[in-house]
Nanobody
Framework: QVQLVESGGGLVQAGASLRVSCAASGRTFSTYAMGWYRQVSGKEREFVARISRSSVITDYADSVKGRFTISRDNAKNTVYLQMNSLKPEDTAVYYC?????????????WGQGTQVTVSP
């Protein structure tokens, strides 16, 4: 099992950048594919980005492609989401997730989330 703790959320203005992090503990971090999802209150949780165990494969939602970058540091047991050119519609709780299978539709392990708020 793996435990996930997100950090780095906050309030920024539109056009700014922000990096959120997710620290993992438990079983070997490098065996997990990692993902970021987000959820607005009252709406379904949506996929943002994911990265394979060795960082060879990444995938992004169309809404963030070209603005967000997912990366990981297996030596630090951490996955990052660099968010540039933020828009008010990026406001959400951002969740980190992990799974042994990169392509699984819903990842097995989740963090508690970190709030990102983008003001106009």
């Amino acid at each position: 099992q793996v435990q996930l703790v997100e950090s780095g959320g906050g309030l920024v203005q539109a056009g700014a950048s922000l990096r959120v992090s997710c620290a993992a503990s438990g079983r070997t971090f490098s065996t997990y594919a990692m993902g970021w999802y987000r959820q607005v209150s009252g709406k379904e949780r949506e996929f943002v980005a994911r990265i394979s165990r060795s960082s060879v494969i990444t995938d992004y939602a169309d809404s963030v492609k070209g603005r967000f970058t997912i990366s990981r540091d297996n030596a630090k047991n951490t996955v990052y989401l660099q968010m540039n050119s933020l828009k008010p519609e990026d406001t959400a709780v951002y969740y980190c997730a992990a799974d042994l299978l990169y392509s699984r539709p819903v990842y097995a392990y989740w963090g508690q989330g970190t709030q990102v708020t983008v003001s106009p």
